[in-house]
């Protein structure tokens, strides 16, 4: 499977392939698509990091995946999070319901967020008073969208964390494909960039900017816990570029 030209991964779904060589009953486990475990793919949209481009393009991918990963045997489950979180497919085999839930998916209006679009205002906002107002209203502007963003990440990765539950129970394979195109693992770290180092060693206010940004990796390093303890391999798609983050 490759997202433009880069591969996403190769799913192994057959137990030959395991360590320490097959016998008679992996061999007829891993023939058998009754017996078998069905791989289980988790694709989760994450709203608040998507931009509008970006949505748009991680629905499309999905669209253009889907029936690949299902005729390799697996079962898709579809999770989209905006204000709720709402589920349009659990466990899904055929192909024309994971299509229609893509397609409900992409028509509702309550799995819409802009809160990514405006990311260019709010830097733009920061320059603006950096440049027209001086350092420290700029610091102060750049404090609050940092303390927003890392409050936007913090919430819904908890709520990612919370759905990756559903999978604790299911045998593997399993994977995990995280949509966003604005998340990042030290969210409002990006902020400091418009000040020098000096400043930022100088300043008490950016030094704690820079302390709570690397401080919210927790959320997204319990993400990643959470899907490895349950068996699942966890893949950030960057919807905006096609691309792994």
Known sequence: IRIGLRRLHEFRIDRLCGEGGPDANDTATALDPAIAPRPTYL?????????????????????????????????????????????????ETDPRVVAAALDALEYDGRQWDSDASFEADRVAEVLRDLNGFGVDLAIQTARRHQRLERWIAEKNLGRLDHVLGRLADLAPPKFVLYFADTMRTNPGE??????????????????????????????????????????????TIHAQGLSFD
């Open 43 to 91: 694709l989760y949209f994450d709203q608040p990091h998507l931009t509008q481009a970006g949505r748009q393009r991680a629905i499309d991918l999905a669209r253009e995946i889907a029936p690949t990963l299902l005729a390799g045997g697996g079962q898709i489950t579809i999770v989209s999070n905006a204000s709720e979180v709402a589920t349009f497919a659990e466990l």
């Open 190 to 235: 990006h902020y400091l960039s418009f000040f020098s180092d000096r400043m930022v060693a100088e300043r008490a206010s950016l030094s704690i900017m820079r302390t709570e940004a690397a401080s919210a990796s927790l959320a997204y390093d319990r993400v990643l816990a959470k899907s490895a303890a349950s068996g699942a391999r966890f893949y």
